[in-house]
Nanobody
Framework: QVQLQESGGGSVQAGGSLRLSCAASGRVFGINVMAWYRQAPGKQRELVADINRSGSTNYANSVKGRFTISRDNAKSTVYLQMDSLKPEDTAVYYC???????????WGQGTQVTVSS
């Protein structure tokens, strides 16, 4: 009923930038919280940043000052601007959305981000 499509991952050198996008499609009547998570090899999935419908944001300490989350409610899309990337940011990044009318949040398929030193 709902699909999340991510884009924007890739490989970059340390200090570089990438911008991730995630768009929801299907039966979407409104979205509460939009978020980005990441999972590095051998580690648990962790919250990177989230943003509520009013635009209030929350960031993991490890990315504060380097990453910026934003959303476009009209396009049902969430973005993650990643600057000053570090090798430890290497992970698969997943978007997550709490969509009104559905009991569970939806996940994107994941996009690989690789930062080389």
């Amino acid at each position: 009923q709902v699909q999340l499509q991510e884009s924007g991952g890739g490989s970059v050198q340390a200090g570089g930038s990438l911008r991730l996008s995630c768009a929801a499609s299907g039966r979407v009547f409104g979205i509460n919280v939009m978020a980005w998570y990441r999972q590095a090899p051998g580690k648990q999935r962790e919250l990177v940043a989230d943003i509520n419908r009013s635009g209030s944001t929350n960031y993991a300490n490890s990315v504060k000052g380097r990453f910026t989350i934003s959303r476009d409610n009209a396009k049902s899309t969430v973005y993650l601007q990643m600057d000053s990337l570090k090798p430890e940011d290497t992970a698969v990044y997943y978007c997550n959305m709490e969509i009104f009318g559905y009991a569970s949040a939806y996940w994107g398929q994941g996009t690989q981000v690789t930062v080389s030193s």
